[in-house]
């Protein structure tokens, strides 16, 4: 018995820490202590689906509570649809279409509209273009968007 709980534990433990490095090499580098995730989207149907599901996953892991809000910039593929799919299984997330017309200025603007409404740091990922880039912050400075 003693030695079936200490094999289950080895185990346990082995599984945790090759999960953990598996995340190391293929996660985002997104900040541990962001709450928030605000993503700009665009065509980015392969990759906006396993981006909130391991945002939320990570987070529900670590026991916080998050938040997610997507802004599409004029998609042509299944990203809406993804993202008003997605929304049913995660109410804390909120899709925006309504960007299709703004200027790179404009966006600038409304993501930092949407940065600042929130009490907690928020991580933004720009997922219009295929070398996705990453930055994490606690406001953004209008002469940065990704």
């Known amino acids: 018995m003693e030695q079936g709980l200490f094999w289950g534990i080895v185990v346990f433990a082995a599984l945790r820490l090759t999960a953990l490095f598996i995340a190391r090499i293929f ?3 997104i900040r541990p ?3 928030r995730l605000v993503m700009v989207t665009e065509n980015s149907q392969g990759s ?5 599901r391991s945002f939320f996953f990570w ?3 670590s026991g916080q509570p998050c938040q997610v809000t997507c802004l599409d910039t004029g998609s042509f593929d299944d990203t809406c649809r993804i993202l008003f799919r997605l929304q ?3 109410p804390a997330l909120t899709a925006c279409d309504d960007c299709r017309n703004l200027s790179e200025d404009e966006l600038r603007e409304k993501i930092d509209r949407v940065v600042q409404n929130g009490n907690s740091s928020a991580a933004v990922i720009d997922l219009r273009h295929h070398t996705w880039s990453v930055a994490a912050m606690n ?3 209008k002469s940065t968007l990704l």
């Open 59 to 61: 987070k529900f892991l």
């Open 33 to 35: 202590d962001a709450a």
């Open 27 to 29: 996660c985002y580098p």
């Open 48 to 52: 906006v689906e396993w981006v909130i």
């Open 139 to 141: 406001h953004i400075r």
């Open 88 to 90: 049913k299984s995660y």
